[in-house]
């Protein structure tokens, strides 16, 4: 068997680290190229006739040579501060890809405005042609969203303001967490190294780890009450600007979703919340506790905690995809080899996981910590999965790479379950399958019940910040009611700083980082019902819907290669099904192993 390193190689994109020449130079160009396109966008005469397009055509080459660029360097330090959050030099370049990315941001939105002075006849014929056809979905896009903005000089005030006031705050939340430190053990753990305690089979662990994990982020609550206030308000502040009332238009437009769809998702899983609630119930009798508490939630059941060693898990998790798709297992001994992953359990590093794309070089990084858990394993197939889907995506021009967050989530969750059904599959026995089942329906748990109350938070804070700054003790009672709700009271304690510790709430990337991952989940259940009914004929049909994900609406997409329409319930009715599926045979599977007891 192969034997893959835990950490990732970084010298193959820029070499010498956050002091490298090489990225210096990198960063030297980026500026120049800059400097050429804003030059370019300000001498631009919007045509007025449809064949003068020649002009047009190269600045659309330009921004997506510039996007690609900059989507290089930004990745590249996001790896640099994840694997180390005492490296100084790695926040400085953090500054540095904020001024960069509100520059080429401020070209975008003059070079949008312009699309806009475009008389609507001769804009149709020109994506109608050849050479625009294949982008004409993203520029017509940007030419719509252009005509609901403020004017250009207001929108790059706004651009130019949010690098030391919007995405400051964001810094400031990132540079707080990483130097918090939680004494377990004798031991000074990192905010993501304690996190992972919190699913130990030993429930004294999780209640001491929960303790000073609570106490961890309560000291700190008053700086990030200031960060979350501040980041709402700046986003409030632009909305009313704008002319936008509705706080769920920006993640809306973002996602490429219509309301619609997202109520027809919540109202099908809020109907069906029973099955989970006495899941939990159950889950409580095995554990031997009357209720659960928010640190159960994660924990294994019985005394059964199966750990997969870092090459055992890559290994299963490559065999497990090779029977949907030989070119996504391919792709992942790929990234094994070439050491994409990041995955060491040791101090210093980010809490969290995430997948970086370099589209220059091709390549993609995953972060994680990895301590042998099968939730770590699910969790680095999840993050395969987005690397994969930026891998089919590839040699698609720059513009239609733009991919939303809820059909990234739809890759990544589609690779999450091949491996979690596989570990139910494989069980030996009825008792390690009803642990492993536990595990899998963990998951649904976590999209319909932790992420709904994300989404219930952010729904109220952001109605009561409208009316001025929300106190950390409102902002505590606003997360146990929102998660009293979406548990249906299920359990006995709730966790009230976790506006603080959850990372989402602080990303300026988009607001209301929360709905895309549950549309995400349910989205792929679908994809991975049709998997599995035709086998490995679907690989092609799977690459072409992810290929499609960066240039159609979600519906439009939903209705192409699934012929579902996702604003009606009955969608998310037969997704759901698979889901209660599973908690109807761990019922029956926990009735039968109780009576044999």
């Known amino acids: 068997m192969d034997r893959y390193e835990p950490t990732?190689?970084?010298?193959?994109?820029f070499q010498g680290g956050s002091e490298s020449e090489e990225l210096k130079n990198y960063v030297s160009t980026i500026e120049n190229k800059l400097s050429e396109l804003h030059n370019l966008v300000e001498r631009f005469t919007p045509p007025k006739i449809d064949e003068q397009t020649s002009e047009l055509m190269e600045l659309i080459e330009r921004i997506?040579?510039?996007?690609?660029?900059?989507?290089?360097?930004?990745?590249?330090?996001?790896?640099?501060?994840?694997?180390?959050?005492?490296?100084?030099?790695?926040?400085r370049w953090v500054t540095t890809r904020s001024e960069l990315g509100a520059k080429f941001k401020n070209?975008?939105?003059?070079?949008?405005?312009?699309?806009?002075?475009?008389?609507?006849?001769?804009?149709?014929?020109?994506?109608?042609?050849?050479?625009?056809s294949e982008v004409a979905f993203v520029l017509d896009e940007r030419r719509e969203k252009a005509k609901d903005k403020l004017s250009l000089e207001q929108e790059s005030i706004i651009n130019n303001l949010a690098v030391d006031g919007?995405?400051?705050?964001?810094?400031?939340?990132?540079?707080?967490?990483?130097?918090m430190k939680i004494k377990y053990d004798g031991e000074e753990l990192s905010?993501?190294?304690?996190?992972?305690?919190?699913?130990?089979?030993?429930?004294?662990?999780?209640?001491?780890?929960?303790?000073?994990?609570?106490?961890?982020?309560?000291?700190?609550?008053?700086?990030?009450?200031?960060t979350l206030n501040h980041l709402a308000g700046f986003r409030l502040q632009t909305y009313q600007h704008r002319g936008w009332d509705n706080p769920l238009k920006e993640p809306l437009e973002y996602n490429r979703m219509s309301e619609k769809t997202l109520k027809a998702m919540?109202?099908?899983?809020?109907?069906?919340?029973?099955?989970?609630?006495?899941?939990?119930?159950?889950?409580?009798?095995?554990?031997?506790?009357?209720?659960?508490?928010?640190?159960?939630?994660?924990?294994?059941i019985g005394d059964s905690a199966q750990k997969m060693d870092y090459n055992a898990g890559a290994q299963f998790i490559i065999e497990h995809f090779r029977k949907f798709s030989p070119l996504m297992a391919k792709f992942t001994e790929q990234a094994f080899e070439n050491r994409w992953i990041e995955a060491e359990d040791r101090p210093g590093?980010?809490?969290?996981?995430?997948?970086?794309?370099?589209p220059h070089s091709k390549e993609t990084r995953i972060f994680m910590t990895y301590s042998g858990t099968l939730s770590n394993v699910a969790t680095l197939a999840h993050e395969l999965g987005h690397a994969y889907h930026q891998h089919v995506m590839n040699d698609l021009p720059g513009l239609n790479q733009g991919y939303a967050m809820n059909v990234a989530e739809t890759a990544s969750t589609f690779a999450e379950m091949i491996v979690a059904d596989a570990a139910v599959k494989n069980a030996k026995d009825s008792k390690e399958k009803l642990t492993l089942l536990e595990d899998k329906i963990q998951r649904s748990v976590a999209f319909f019940m932790n992420i709904h109350a994300r989404y219930l938070f952010e729904v109220r804070?952001?109605?009561?910040?409208?009316?001025?700054?929300?106190?950390?003790?409102?902002?505590?009672?606003?997360?146990?009611?929102?998660?009293?709700?979406?548990?249906?009271?299920?359990?006995?304690?709730?966790?009230?700083?976790?506006?603080?510790?959850?990372?989402?709430?602080?990303i300026t990337g988009v607001p209301f980082y929360n709905f895309p991952y549950t549309f995400g989940y349910l989205f792929s259940l679908g994809i991975y019902a049709q998997a599995v009914k035709e086998g490995p004929v679907f690989e092609e049909k799977y690459i072409a819907l992810l290929q499609d994900t960066g240039s159609m609406r979600v519906e439009d997409l939903a209705l192409k290669h699934l012929n579902v329409n996702l604003e009606e319930e009955d969608f998310w009715e037969q997704a759901l099904q698979i889901c209660i599926e599973d908690v109807e045979e761990f019922m029956k599977l926990s009735d039968l192993l109780h009576s044999k007891e």
């Not at 990732?8 to 994109?13: A, P, Q």
């Not at 590093?349 to 970086?356: E, N, Q, V």
Request: neutral net charge; contains cysteine; proline residues 1%.
């Open 461 to 506: 804070f952001y109605n009561e910040r409208k009316s001025g700054t929300v106190p950390k003790e409102r902002l505590n009672a606003l997360m146990v009611e929102a998660q009293e709700e979406a548990y249906q009271e299920a359990l006995s304690e709730y966790d009230q700083t976790f506006w603080a510790s959850k990372l989402h709430f602080h």
């Open 266 to 300: 919540w109202a099908v899983i809020i109907k069906h919340k029973k099955h989970y609630k006495r899941f939990l119930e159950v889950k409580a009798q095995w554990l031997g506790v009357e209720k659960l508490s928010i640190y159960d939630v994660h924990a294994p």
């Open 349 to 358: 590093k980010r809490p969290g996981g995430f997948c970086t794309s370099f």
């Open 8 to 13: 990732w190689d970084l010298d193959t994109i």
């Open 64 to 91: 997506q040579d510039v996007s690609m660029r900059v989507r290089q360097f930004s990745a590249y330090i996001s790896c640099l501060s994840a694997q180390d959050v005492n490296d100084q030099a790695a926040h």
């Open 107 to 132: 070209i975008q939105i003059q070079f949008d405005q312009k699309l806009v002075q475009i008389d609507t006849n001769i804009w149709k014929t020109i994506i109608k042609d050849l050479d625009f």
């Open 166 to 179: 919007y995405h400051g705050w964001s810094q400031m939340y990132d540079t707080i967490v990483g130097k």
């Open 191 to 226: 905010v993501g190294q304690a996190s992972n305690k919190l699913s130990d089979a030993d429930r004294s662990v999780r209640k001491e780890v929960f303790q000073k994990w609570q106490q961890a982020w309560e000291n700190e609550a008053e700086l990030f009450s200031q």
